[in-house]
């Protein structure tokens, strides 16, 4: 295998920063005009469930009811993103452009570690849309669970807020990649460039790549 020179190496990317430059420029407009005008702006809405007891107030909350609704809160966020839960979410709201399926793939649901509290995040690019969403589906999973367990025990302690800002746009963190992109591509193609030359360069190439002893060099005199 052929050894680098890394000073050499270093002298050939000087030499080439050009190409560096227009391959970092060319990385980041394209970047932004994705983000500015292809990327579809996602607005994110969340509602918070927790299960609290049946117990009346005088009995308070017992370890029976704390095990037990830490043990249905798996169950619980299988059952929020189920078709009959999804579909009662689109018929109540009359959303005619959403299927069971599209709508799933917006709808995540999540649990906070060593609590009995379900979190729904709704995306969508209109974001009153996902505040709605988001509510309805939290109040038609509440219903549904009443029917489904015989157990009240699900209550939507804070509800969705109207987002102001996409939260899969952050303008400063893509510069930061599309910089990044743009120098890896940048340092791959002089790399590669380098590393396809052949050509003879200097009186050492000589000697080096051909292995014939150097008897002499002719000058350039001019252009002529």
């Known amino acids: ?25 060319v990385v980041i407009i ?4 994705y983000s500015l005008f292809i990327k579809t702006p996602l607005y994110q809405s969340t509602t918070k469930l927790v299960l609290v007891s049946e117990s009346n107030t005088q009995t308070g909350v017992t370890q029976g009811d704390v095990q037990l609704n ?23 709201l009359n959303l005619k452009d959403e299927t069971v399926e599209s709508l799933t793939k917006k709808v995540s649901v999540s649990t906070t570690t060593n609590t009995q509290t379900i979190i729904i995040k709704v995306s969508d690019a209109d974001n009153n849309k996902a505040k709605v969403i988001s509510d309805e589906l939290a109040k038609v999973f509440s219903e549904e669970i009443t029917s489904i367990y015989k157990l009240d025990n699900v209550h939507i302690y804070e509800k969705a807020s109207l987002s ?6 952050n303008f400063k963190k893509e510069l930061v990649i599309y910089t990044a992109g743009g120098i890896v591509l940048g340092c791959g193609i002089i790399f590669l460039m380098f590393m396809l030359d052949t050509s003879v360069k200097t009186s050492e190439d000589v000697e080096e790549k051909l292995g014939l002893t150097l008897l002499g060099i002719v000058p350039k005199v001019g252009d002529k």
């Open 164 to 169: 102001e800002k996409p939260y899969n746009i």
């Open 30 to 33: 394209l970047g932004n005009i």
């Open 70 to 92: 830490s043990s249905l809160v798996a169950t619980y966020t299988e059952i929020i993103k189920s078709r009959d839960i999804i579909s009662k979410v689109i018929d109540n």
């Open 1 to 25: 295998m052929e050894e680098i020179n890394l000073k050499e190496l270093f002298n050939y990317f000087m030499s080439k920063i050009s190409i560096l430059i227009i391959a970092l420029l």
